[in-house]
């Protein structure tokens, strides 16, 4: 199983990204996707998460700038990320959960991508 995530940049504050994450050797469809992020000396944490059949799941602080999304047929996971804050750059990581759910929950997941850095200037 390969995870994929690329999108990262350096962006001004209340700017937008759009991360992307590629899967491959998994039955995409099949499987609960999430988004992670760590940034500089801190622990990881959820960001958002979509369900095999397309419910969402985000975390408080990024309800209502963030949205994720899926392409079952095309194999991909999107974060659209708007009004960007310094405290959003982090290490963005895709996660695949056999559990099929919105979760969020790091330890629900088996496979891990290799993140993607997101900095954000003020």
């Known amino acids: 199983v390969q995870l994929q995530a690329s999108g990262g940049g350096t962006v001004q504050a209340g700017g937008s990204l759009r991360l992307s994450c590629a899967a491959s050797g998994l039955t995409f469809s099949r499987f609960g996707m999430g988004w992670f992020r760590q940034g500089p000396g801190k622990e990881r944490e959820f960001v958002a998460a979509i369900s095999w059949s397309g419910d969402t799941n985000y975390a408080d602080s990024v309800k209502g700038r963030f949205s994720i999304s899926r392409h079952n047929l095309k194999n991909m996971l999107y974060l659209q990320m708007d009004s960007l804050k310094p405290e959003d750059a982090a290490v963005y990581h895709c996660?695949?959960?056999?559990?099929?759910?919105?979760?969020?929950?790091?330890?629900?997941?088996?496979?891990w991508g290799q993140g993607t850095l997101v900095t954000v200037s003020s």
């Open positions: 996660a695949a959960s056999p559990n099929m759910a919105a979760d969020s929950a790091a330890k629900a997941y088996t496979y």
